[in-house]
């Protein structure tokens, strides 16, 4: 404001500040009504000017004069001096001469002598650099160190299915782990499974890709074809022997509706003559059913295919002698030579027979009978199936309930009666139902005159509570076995606590009585 010489502006700005700063209103009511008359008088007598009369109104509005000046950007530049041009252009100048120091003119002159090819030669000489030797010590970098002992990685075809992997996922998203056994290895390796994770979200030809990319990673022989569509997944034993009786996977449906944890990789036939080649034995069995086996070749000895029939068959192989032979299926009651080759058997089909038996002879059950009954049992108990029982209260009163058992949950649901209000008092009960993995144990109690008690014990927050039923003794052994088959499957942390419970009742019991 020093530099500014009219007053004029100088008010002008003053009141335009108190009127823009004062949130009351209170200065732009005294300053806007202010006399504008006597600051104009003042003005002349300064200049020495006489006061001119006013023609003007007394109640007009000096609309114009009352407000500030109009505040610009060039008007609040005030202690800033904008730059000469003599100053930009000197600036403009000193940039070029710095920019032709690093440039250089050269006039092109057509050469004035023909020179020969040993004076073109020595112009542009090439110097040796073999001879050229370090006068200090070599050095090295860390990272050149690390390359050098890195190992050389493949490049791997299968890159594009590594986003499936889920191991570094586990906790965050929905994985699934899956033992393989790839069947195109030899030796060692074809025992052992490979161990991969999966996310929830893949399909079986991604799941099929995944094992593709770790396989070659782990740089594991042969190697594989770089193309998906070659393999397929089968249902595998435990021990890897692939299940030839069911087909392969579907690659386009998603791997999380199938719940094998055992799968093994085999390549496809590639052509008809191929398909041709793989050879199936079909191997009958009095009473239940057939198996097939897929054999490598025609000189496989018939006691090889025995042991696998037996093994496919849930059997043993005892080491004292056989338990089974095999048959021919058009000759039946004679025995095949276990030594002999499959070759020499013409035929595919055979039968296996219980030593010192018959085909029509109803055999005793066996071992295998037994274990595929018991395995029957295992896996019709997780089906769904309701029973008619009393559920004895506390109070000592029975009400009957519908018990429904499943492998996911067991519910109770009380069946509607016509009874007395005070019996619908004391045998009041809800509907209810629990988790399979909450239950802990089934159990008989108590057998009286062709009717047991059972009693269900389930955990309910951290303490083990219990309902007991009655039922007819057939009824009430059908349940506890199908629900003790149920935890044997399932095999929840919960059942185990339980048993350690009572582990710890009946050892401090025992010291309690000794």
């Known amino acids: 404001m020093a530099f500014v010489e009219d007053p004029a502006f100088v008010l002008s700005y003053l009141r335009q500040a108190f009127i823009t700063s004062d949130d009351t209103g209170m200065s732009e009511m005294v300053l806007v009504d202010e006399d504008i008359e006597h600051w104009d008088s003042i003005k002349q007598e300064r200049e020495g000017t006489p006061k001119a009369r006013s023609d003007k109104p ?141 996310l929830a979200t893949a399909r079986v030809q991604d799941l099929i890709g995944l094992i593709c990319w770790q396989y070659t990673n782990e740089a594991k022989e042969p190697k594989l074809i770089e193309n998906v569509e070659a393999y397929c997944l ?68 018939m006691k090889e295919i025995l042991h696998r ?18 048959e021919k299926q ?24 219980r030593q010192h038996s018959t085909r029509g002879e109803v055999e005793e059950e066996t071992e295998v009978n037994r274990n595929m009954t018991e395995m029957e049992a295992s896996l019709s108990s997780l089906h769904y199936k309701s029973y008619r029982v009393n559920m004895i209260t506390k109070l000592r009163t029975q009400t009957v309930i519908q018990l429904g058992v499943s492998g996911e949950k067991i519910e109770i649901d009380p069946l509607t009666q016509h009874k007395s209000t005070a019996a619908k008092f004391l045998s009041k009960q809800k509907p209810v139902s629990y988790d399979a993995d909450l239950v802990a144990a089934c159990e008989v109690t108590d057998d009286k005159h062709g009717r047991e008690t059972f009693r269900l014990t389930y955990q309910s927050g951290s303490d083990f509570k219990h309902h007991d039923f009655e039922a007819s003794s057939s009824v009430a052994t059908e349940v506890v076995t199908k629900i003790n088959h149920i935890l044997e499957l399932r095999a929840s942390p919960v059942r185990a606590d339980y048993l350690a419970f009572r582990e710890r009742k009946a050892s401090k019991k025992h010291g309690l009585l000794s």
């Open 58 to 198: 007394q109640n007009l509005e000096y609309g114009d004069i009352s407000q500030s000046f109009d505040i610009t950007a060039s008007s609040l530049d005030w202690g800033i001096r904008r730059r000469t041009n003599t100053a930009q252009r000197l600036e403009k100048l000193k940039k070029e001469r710095q920019n032709q120091v690093r440039c250089r003119n050269v006039q092109w002159k057509e050469k004035p002598v023909e020179l020969s090819v040993e004076e073109m030669a020595g112009m542009f000489e090439k110097k040796d650099l073999s001879e050229k030797k370090s006068t200090g010590p070599q050095r090295t970098s860390v990272l050149a160190e690390q390359l050098e002992q890195s190992p050389v990685l493949t490049n791997n075809p299968f890159i594009e299915f590594s986003k499936f992997d889920g191991k570094g996922h586990i906790g965050s998203a929905a994985t699934k782990r899956v033992d393989i056994f790839l069947t195109m290895t030899t030796g060692k390796e074809r025992n052992f499974p490979l161990t991969v994770v999966v």
């Open 309 to 326: 029939a037996l093994k496919r068959r849930k059997g043993r192989v005892d080491p004292g002698g056989p338990d089974y032979v095999l």
């Open 330 to 353: 058009s000759q039946p009651g004679v025995s095949v030579d276990l030594e002999s080759t499959l070759e020499s058997m013409n035929t595919m089909e055979f039968c296996l027979v």
């Open 234 to 301: 089968h249902i595998a034993e435990d021990d890897g022997e692939v299940d030839t009786d069911f087909p392969a996977l579907d690659a386009k449906e998603p791997f999380a509706k199938f719940g094998f944890t055992t799968l093994a990789l085999v390549e496809k036939p590639k052509d008809r003559e191929q398909q041709a080649e793989m050879i199936l034995v079909t191997v009958n069995v009095p009473h239940s059913g057939f198996s097939r086996i897929q054999v490598e070749s025609l000189g496989l000895t």
